[in-house]
């Protein structure tokens, strides 16, 4: 059984700081493209960032430069360092992870807002 379990949204002020994780479990974590994705009420669920098994990066361009992905293929964890937050990054995050197939977690909720 394939899970993806997030943690680490909340509230915070524009300008704070977040971390998200996401442990993986059921699958062969090194063999899979890691990502985070995003969603707004009645909008799509859209890539904020994600990172292959060999460890490049990508980013939509409106995180680069404050977000950072990375991975620890020991922990089966994907992590997104989040800094200067700006309200429209509220959205709820999901980790998603890619190989033969897409799996998905729950999401948790990002706030940001004073």
């Known amino acids: 059984q394939v899970q993806l379990v997030e943690s680490g949204g909340g509230l915070v002020q524009p300008g704070g700081s977040l971390r998200l994780s996401c442990v993986a479990s059921?699958?062969?974590?090194?063999?899979?493209?890691m990502g985070w994705y995003r969603q707004t009420p009645g909008k799509q669920r859209t890539l904020v960032a994600e990172?292959?098994?060999?460890?490049?990066?990508s980013y939509t361009t409106s995180v680069k430069g404050r977000f950072t992905i990375s991975r620890d293929n020991a922990k089966n964890t994907v992590s997104l360092q989040m800094n200067t937050l700006k309200p429209e990054d509220t959205a709820v995050y999901y980790c998603?992870?890619?190989?033969?197939?897409?799996?998905w977690g729950q999401g948790t909720q990002v706030t940001v807002s004073s």
């Open positions: 998603t992870a890619l190989w033969a197939r897409r799996y």
């Open positions: 059921g699958i062969d974590f090194s063999r899979y493209a």
């Open positions: 990172i292959t098994s060999g460890d490049s990066t």
